[in-house]
């Protein structure tokens, strides 16, 4: 996790783009950033300084978000001085996501998976197959050209007020199989209360997960189990690992 850092040292980087700041309202949600702000409730200001360990994940952003707008926050600027790497991005007004059985937001998130796109040319992304090779004797199972978010912390879906779900943060973008973004929710969903049953008859609304390999998603499940347990307290949710263990052991029963 990242801590956070006054948007107040970076201000004058920030107004060049957004005029004087009259309202500013930092943001607590995700874990990624040093500095995440709402500017005079237009912009959503995420940045880390250019010498943090993470600040590549900057870039990459830039480079995705022409790709993916029609699901996500349109990058309508950058700045790069004084120490800083900052993203200035539209902001959607919304709430995180909520995960529980009985939540509305699961049906708009299937809706907004319609919507992936293949992998775009000419934009360094993660392959599947290589980000889980270490956890997996299997994970050419998991390749292919399709985009992946892969992060499916509900504070990275915002509920718009138009009822959308819309997926931030595309910090870590991948390419892999169709179904793996479905499969890596279904985990999440189990940490928020689902029987891994009902977890996966939503990613099931999907139909590249529906139609996946049985044996190539078992394989997934094992993998995220493994990745899970070994980053530990490290992980975003104290229930991830346990989750995913519940998940392999409900595939191979």
Known sequence: MTGRLSWRQA???????????????????????????????????KGLRTDHPRAWTQERERRINPHIQHVSAPLRWAETAGGWDLNGFEFIDGRAASYEPSSPDLQPIVAMMAHWRPAPDGVELKRAEQRWSSYSDHS?????????????SPTNILIGGDGRAYMLDWAWPTSGARWIDPACWI?????????????????????PFAAAPAYAVTAFAQA??????DIGDHAPHPGLAAAATHWVKHRTA
Not at 21 to 27: C, L, Q
Not at 140 to 152: K, Q, V
Not at 194 to 205: L, N
């Open 11 to 45: 201000r004058a980087l920030i107004e060049k783009h957004t005029g004087p700041v009259i309202t500013a309202r930092p943001v607590n949600g995700g874990f990624n950033s040093e500095i995440a702000v709402i500017i005079n409730g237009t912009t959503f200001v």
């Open 140 to 152: 050419e199972l998991f390749a292919g050209d399709w985009l992946s978010h892969t992060d499916w």
């Open 187 to 207: 985990v999440w969903l189990i940490a928020g209360g689902h029987h891994p049953a009902q977890a996966q008859a939503w990613a099931s609304k999907v139909p």
């Open 224 to 229: 995220q189990a493994a990745m899970w347990e």
